[in-house]
């Protein structure tokens, strides 16, 4: 934990350091409608599952290559997981994993303006760290939360580390900003692959934010 501290605050100094030769640095935050794919040989046990309401913030910088083409790094508190609705023995039963992350998307933008509006879309990788989570059980009006188990083993709930790819479209005016977008988890976070178990993270975000810079 301790490395990985070292490793975020090394990032977020490196984008601190390089506004002297970015265009733009922003700030920006929103929420996000998260979901994961769980399944194994077994089937897709995921299928019923809903978007868990969470949140996203962070901040940009931003490079641009003439009128069209840019790039967009940032430095993003993600919240990821998901949301189970059922019934036991005529019991309603939710189950929520609630997940934080530090995410470090590059997206590479194309814009065309509009009179005072450049509309964009994005595309890139993104690498995401996991920091934090809770799953919780509510039935009957009883609840039970537990932390995340974080780690390699057995039994572990989850693995840290994900990564995948990040795709959007939005627009800016008079330095605001206003974007929709979805990351695609490619990462396996499951702890174990036995009997092809498979995990991956799956997120809407929907963000708004301020840019500072010409």
Known sequence: MRNIVKVLFICLLALISVQTFAQKI???????????????DEGTYSDEFAMNLG?????????????LISLEAGLMADTKGFKWETDMFGTPL????????VDLPV???AGLSLGPVRVFGAAGPYIGYGITGKIKAEAGGESESLDVEWGDADESDFKRMDY??????GA????FT????Y????ANISPTTDGGSKVNNRVISISVGYKFGK
């Open 26 to 40: 922003g700030i920006q935050g929103g929420i996000n409608l998260a979901n994961m794919l769980i399944k194994d």
């Open 55 to 67: 949140y996203n913030g962070g901040v940009t910088v931003e490079f641009g290559f003439g009128d």
């Open 94 to 101: 939710t189950t929520k994993a609630n997940l934080l992350y």
């Open 107 to 109: 997206l590479l933008k």
């Open 164 to 169: 995948g790819a990040k795709f959007g479209v």
């Open 172 to 175: 800016e005016a008079m330095g």
């Open 178 to 181: 206003f974007g929709a977008y």
């Open 183 to 186: 990351a695609l988890g490619l």
